[in-house]
């Protein structure tokens, strides 16, 4: 019988670790030394690296390619009914918590080299949370005399990549219904498609997606896309999604193209994430530290920027 599930996609979301001082959140100035507090965390008793409040919150080193990981576990209450199914036969066997022993829900955290920003996966939907991670840091204590802060990093919009290119070869658009109002004015052709559909079906989400194929013949198309994008320029920056490929003229060379975002949003990653290796052998938490590196290495520019964090 066919083995279930392996190849999981989740979601890598990235966070900058702030301290809170007179009751605003502020940015470190410079690294945390992240790396010793894992070493430090490494040689503690289970005790130290617990934090009780709604839930009971453990940490663990993981080690892993000569760097050091947090895994961060919520134990799972007494009273949770837990079991296990057999899937060759069928059965099912209750499992029942030991005083002295608790299952456990994992998230697993990366804490990257640059301006105290922390990838998370949670490995299901009861997992920590970095609101969960947060309250451990803060309840172990482990940086005295510091009460930090979790929050997403934001991705700065582009919009002013508009000004500079001399086409769009892409555009993606999403906006909602309370936006349509601004765009009754406005004569160019994506102002017209989103009204006219806005028209048509009233008070819903419009999303658009326009794409102007290669070629030479088709270069005032190209340059007729980026000036209707740019017509609605302050619309787009406050829909709910949008992007563009943007071209750029290289004097002598080829065109360049760019995907932008023109919309500030939260930095998150999808990434697959596999259970099992070819033997059977789990591993969950190595994938998953490498989906969290791998992503944080996409998009190692967005996150430097909204950061402050500078260049690599």
């Known amino acids: 019988m066919a ?17 809170i001082k007179d009751g605003e959140a502020q940015r470190l100035p410079e ?11 490494a040689q503690a008793p289970v005790g130290a ?46 499992l029942e918590q030991s005083a002295h022993e608790g299952y456990l829900d994992t998230s697993v955290v990366c804490f990257l080299p640059f301006g105290n920003v922390v990838g998370i996966m949670q490995g299901g939907v009861s997992a920590p949370s970095h609101k969960s991670l947060e309250t451990w840091l803060n309840g ?9 802060q979790l929050r997403p990093v934001v991705a700065h919009s582009e919009i002013e990549r508009l000004k500079t290119a001399v086409g769009a070869s892409r555009v993606e658009v999403k906006v909602m219904g309370n936006k349509m109002g601004a765009l009754h004015e406005r004569p160019g052709g994506l102002a017209r498609l989103l009204r006219v559909a806005g028209d048509a079906y009233g ?38 999604r949008a992007r563009a490929r943007l071209v750029y003229s290289d004097p002598g060379g080829p065109e360049q193209t760019r995907l932008v975002e023109l919309v500030e949003h939260s930095i998150t990653a999808k990434k697959r994430v596999p259970a099992t290796d070819a033997e059977g052998n789990s591993i969950r938490i190595v994938s998953a530290v490498d989906a969290i590196l791998g992503a944080a290495a996409e998009h190692q520019d967005a996150l430097r920027l909204a950061v402050d964090a500078g260049h690599s």
């Open 140 to 148: 172990i204590d482990m940086f005295p005399g510091s009460q930090l």
């Open 3 to 19: 083995t279930l599930n392996h190849m999981k996609e989740r979601t890598v979301g990235f966070y900058e670790v702030v301290v």
């Open 49 to 94: 690296r617990t934090h009780e409040g709604e839930s009971r919150i453990v940490g663990t080193t993981f080690p892993y390619n000569m760097e050091d990981h947090l895994l961060l576990h919520r134990v799972k209450d007494a009273g949770e009914w837990l079991s296990v199914i057999n899937f060759d036969t069928g059965d099912l066997r209750e």
């Open 31 to 41: 690294l945390m030394d992240w790396d010793g507090a894992l070493a430090d965390l």
């Open 203 to 240: 008070e819903i989400s419009v999303t658009m997606v326009i794409s102007v194929p290669r070629g030479k013949e088709l270069k005032e198309h190209r340059e007729h896309l980026l000036a209707d994008l740019d017509e609605i320029s302050d619309v787009v920056t406050g829909a709910e």
